[in-house]
């Protein structure tokens, strides 16, 4: 028994009562208690990493800036590229992020809210 080991190796003998033998159960399930925790934060870590991982793979299929998409609205005179109405302009994604589509430019069109929400998911 381990208990009785590691009491031996301290150079004292302990008679090693109910009660005693009940405080180093409890010592053990807290030990295993702690490292289930750890486990489980180191887990957690480890998704979290994932997460960032797959964010910035993402984030690498294409990128454009505010400025980019500001110049495209200029050339489309500030219309929407689907109905060709003058409004509010969203961003639309021709390949839907979903689909895999790009972040980049290119894969951007000016889209007023009506038609966005039209396109839904599809391509
Ligand atoms: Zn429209």
């Not at 609205?73 to 929407?80: G, K």
Request: aromatic residues 10%; charged residues 30%; contains cysteine.
């Amino acid at each position: 028994m381990k208990a009785c080991e590691s009491v031996q190796r301290e150079g004292r003998s302990i008679r090693l009562d109910l009660e005693t033998l009940e405080a180093l159960q409890v010592q053990r399930w807290f030990e295993v208690y702690r490292a289930g925790i750890l486990y489980v934060k180191e887990r957690k870590k480890r998704d979290r990493s994932a997460v960032v991982r797959k964010e910035r793979e993402q984030r690498a299929s294409g990128w454009h800036s505010d400025a980019e998409f500001e110049l495209l609205v200029w050339l489309y005179q500030n219309r929407c590229a689907y109905c060709w109405f003058e409004a509010d302009l969203t961003e639309d994604h021709v390949i839907p992020l979903v689909a895999g589509g790009s972040n980049a430019i290119e894969n951007i069109l000016p889209a007023c809210k009506y038609c966005n929400s039209k396109k839904g998911g599809r391509v």
